[in-house]
C-alpha cells in the first residue's frame, strides 16, 4: 500500500502562483511514476503532469504546459506541482496519484494504482 497526502491548495487570484505537495508514505516511493490529476466541478477527472520514478522525464496536458511544473524528492517521499499564471479554469480538486506504467506519457486514471484525497485550488478572476 501507498498512502498519498496532499497539501497546499488554497484561494489564489488569477495570474498567481501556488505550490502544491503530495506526501507519500508505506511502499518505495521510487517505484513509481507520479502524477497529478485534477477534478472541476461538474466535470470528469483530468490527467495534468506526470513524472518519472527518477524525475528524469515529464509529460503534461498541452493547457498547463509552461505554466505548471511537476517535481519529486525522493528522499523525503515527496512530489510538488508548482503552479503559475494560474487562470480561473484552473479551479479545481488536485489529485496526485502513483503509477507504475512504463514510459511518461498521458495517463488514464484507469492506470493510476493510489490515490491521495486531494486539495481544492480555487482562482478568483
Known amino acids: 500500500q501507498v498512502q498519498l497526502v496532499e497539501s497546499g491548495g488554497g484561494l489564489v487570484q488569477a495570474g498567481g502562483s501556488l505550490r502544491l505537495s503530495c506526501a507519500g508514505s508505506?511502499?518505495?516511493?521510487?517505484?513509481?511514476?507520479m502524477d497529478w490529476f485534477r477534478q472541476a466541478p461538474g466535470k470528469e477527472r483530468e490527467f495534468v503532469a506526470v513524472?518519472?520514478?527518477?524525475?528524469?522525464?515529464?509529460y503534461y496536458v498541452d493547457s498547463v504546459k509552461g505554466r505548471f511544473t511537476i517535481s519529486r524528492d525522493n528522499a523525503k517521499n515527496t512530489v510538488y506541482l508548482q503552479m503559475n499564471s494560474l487562470k480561473p479554469e484552473d479551479t479545481a480538486v488536485y489529485y496526485c496519484?502513483?503509477?507504475?506504467?512504463?514510459?511518461?506519457?498521458?495517463?488514464?486514471?484507469?492506470?493510476?494504482?493510489?490515490w491521495g484525497k486531494g486539495t481544492l485550488v480555487t482562482v478568483s478572476s
Open positions: 496519484a502513483a503509477d507504475r506504467v512504463i514510459g511518461t506519457m498521458l495517463r488514464s486514471i484507469y492506470e493510476m494504482e493510489y
Open positions: 508505506g511502499r518505495p516511493f521510487n517505484n513509481y511514476a
Open positions: 513524472i518519472s520514478w527518477s524525475g528524469a522525464n515529464t
